[in-house]
Every structure is written in C-alpha cells, then in structure tokens.
T-cell receptor, first 111, second 119 residues
Framework: DAKTTQPPSMDCAEGRAANLPCNHSTISGNEYVYWYRQIHSQGPQYIIH???NNETNEMASLIITEDRKSSTLILPHATLRDTAVYYCIVRVNSGNTPLVFGKGTRLSVIA | GAVVSQHPSRVICKSGTSVKIECRSL??????MFWYRQFPKQSLMLMATSNEGSKATYEQGVEKDKFLINHASLTLSTLTVTSAHPEDSSFYIC???????????????FGDGTRLSIL
C-alpha cells in the first residue's frame, strides 16, 4: 500500500506556480521522497527526489518539512503540457525496492 | 538521461495468443527491472520484480505461470503474457534502475508502456 496521501485533483492557471502537497507522516529515516508524473497513455516520468533537504532541478522544486512528514512539489511556471497525474512516493533506500504508486493528484493546467 | 525502451507500444490480438513485451535499458545497465500493470483510470500496480540471472519475484495475486518474466541480460527483460484473455487487456509498463554500487537512491526510469488489447 502507498504510504502517501495526496489530493485527488487540482487546477492551476497557466503561467502560475503549481504547488502539489503530499503527506507522508509515517516516513522512515532512510526513505526518500520521489515525485513522478504520468501524462495520459505514457509511462511515468521522473521529476525530482529528496531525503530531507529542499531540492531544485530544471523541472521543479521539492520542499520537505523539517519533520519530513509532508512535502510540496512546486512547478514554478505551469504550462498546459504540465497537465498530468502527479505521484508522490516514499521509498526505502534499497536497490531492489520498487516504487509503489498511490492514486496521485490529477493536475489540470488551465489557459 | 537514462532511457528505457519498451516494445511493442501497442498489441491487438486474439484470445488464447501469447504476447511478448520487451523492455530495454538503452544507456545503462539494470540489475533489477520492474513490471507494472495499469487499468483505465487506475494507478500503476506492481506485478513483479525481475532480477538479472535469477527468477522474478511476483506480487501477491499475480500468476507466475501466466506472466512469464525473463531477465537474461543487464539491459533486457521480457514479459510474456501466456494464453491471453480479454481480462488481460491493460497497459503494461516496465521500469529499471541503474545498477551501480551506491546508487540505491537513484530514480527508477520507465518505459512508455505497451497497450495490450485482447479480442
């Protein structure tokens, strides 16, 4: 079972920042927080991951609370192509451990 | 970045046919590959974990004789759906992680999926 809780859907105006929340209150000390997204009829796309520090890459920023019980994925300037289902996943730090997907958040970017 | 290629992208076949799906890591070696299945409007469900040179580990409820997995090299894993029936129609997605010491927190990379339709 997925160990994260996300809102089922969100809307965001094109050009604005999209802030996607995720609760992972039972996260263990060695579990990373991963974010993926899935555009319709495609495989999931890796976005970003982190352990406890905030992370930023060319796609997004990941803000993890100090107690690590929740995080927020930020898409700084959402475009229509960012419309997708976004999955927040926690995974133990072990090579053979797979990602377990929850239901994710369906983000709709509106023109 | 790491690329996972999956083939074919779409298959339509008659009931009773066996279908093979290939998953390749194009620019990295993958000791472990994962197979997922996704039904319409649902999330991805893990079917099995495939380890190079050894037997796959199947999730509860997934028939190992129905879904044959072979991981013969560090860049190729195959999933064969044997004697497929309409209820096997689904979106099958493979995933791989870089096989590198100390890379256990590296992300999994996914193929673009195979849409299987059994008539």
């Amino acid at each position: 079972d997925a160990k994260t809780t996300q809102p089922p859907s969100m809307d965001c105006a094109e050009g604005r920042a999209a802030n996607l929340p995720c609760n992972h209150s039972t996260i263990s000390g060695n579990e990373y927080v991963y974010w993926y997204r899935q555009i319709h009829s495609q495989g999931p796309q890796y976005i970003i991951h982190g352990l406890k520090n905030n992370e930023t890459n060319e796609m997004a920023s990941l803000i993890i609370t100090e107690d690590r019980k929740s995080s927020t994925l930020i898409l700084p300037h959402a475009t229509l192509r960012d419309t997708a289902v976004y999955y927040c996943i926690v995974r133990v730090n072990s090579g053979n451990t797979p990602l377990v997907f929850g239901k994710g958040t369906r983000l709709s970017v509106i023109a | 970045g790491a690329v996972v290629s999956q083939h074919p992208s779409r298959v339509i076949c008659k009931s009773g046919t066996s279908v093979k799906i290939e998953c390749r890591s194009l620019d990295f070696q993958a000791t472990t590959m994962f197979w997922y299945r996704q039904f319409p409007k649902q999330s991805l469900m893990l079917m099995a974990t495939s380890n190079e040179g050894s037997k796959a580990t199947y999730e509860q409820g997934v028939e190992k004789d129905k879904f044959l997995i072979n991981h013969a090299s560090l860049t190729l894993s195959t999933l064969t759906v044997t004697s497929a029936h309409p209820e096997d129609s689904s979106f099958y997605i493979c995933s791989a992680r870089v096989a590198d010491r100390g890379a256990s927190n590296q992300p999994q990379h996914f193929g673009d999926g195979t849409r299987l339709s059994i008539l």
